[in-house]
């Protein structure tokens, strides 16, 4: 959580000690990733754009898996203009988005790579044991 942005004295100032400020920055931190994009996560996260574990294409990657789960999570799989965005000329507006469950265990088998090569890096970069 160590970072440099800068926050208000009233965001502190609403928080009753450290801990409680902490669990509402990390919260801040996850609703930009709800709201926002993976580039953006990471370029506000330094801990993670340290790491150097992903390159751009890996960025766009992540970026469209986490957009079609908010298709599904926020339009019931019914592709709309900011989710074409990111699929460009691949969907029809108000078709419905289907993908058979091979290619979302697919997904779920990358991005489960993605996590274990950081959490790898994390430890070799910051001398960390492995909990196993």
Do not use: P
Not at 52 to 75: P, S, T
Not at 81 to 106: C, N, P, R, W
Not at 107 to 119: E, H, I, S
């Amino acid at each position: 959580m160590k970072s440099q942005q800068t926050v208000t004295i009233e965001e502190v100032l609403n928080c009753s000690d450290l801990q409680d400020f902490v669990k509402f920055w990390a919260k801040q931190k996850i609703g930009k990733l709800q709201k926002g994009s993976v580039r953006g996560f990471i370029k506000d996260t330094k801990q993670i754009r340290d790491l150097q574990v992903l390159d751009k294409d890996e960025e766009n990657k992540i970026e469209k898996i986490l957009q079609i789960r908010h298709l599904y999570a926020h339009r019931n799989g019914i592709v709309d203009e900011k989710f074409l965005q990111f699929f460009t000329g691949e969907f029809v507006i108000g078709s419905e988005h289907q993908m058979d469950i091979k290619k979302v265990f697919e997904k779920l088998d990358y991005l489960t790579d993605v996590v274990n090569r950081m959490d790898i890096r994390a430890m070799d970069k910051y001398t960390l044991s492995n909990a196993n």
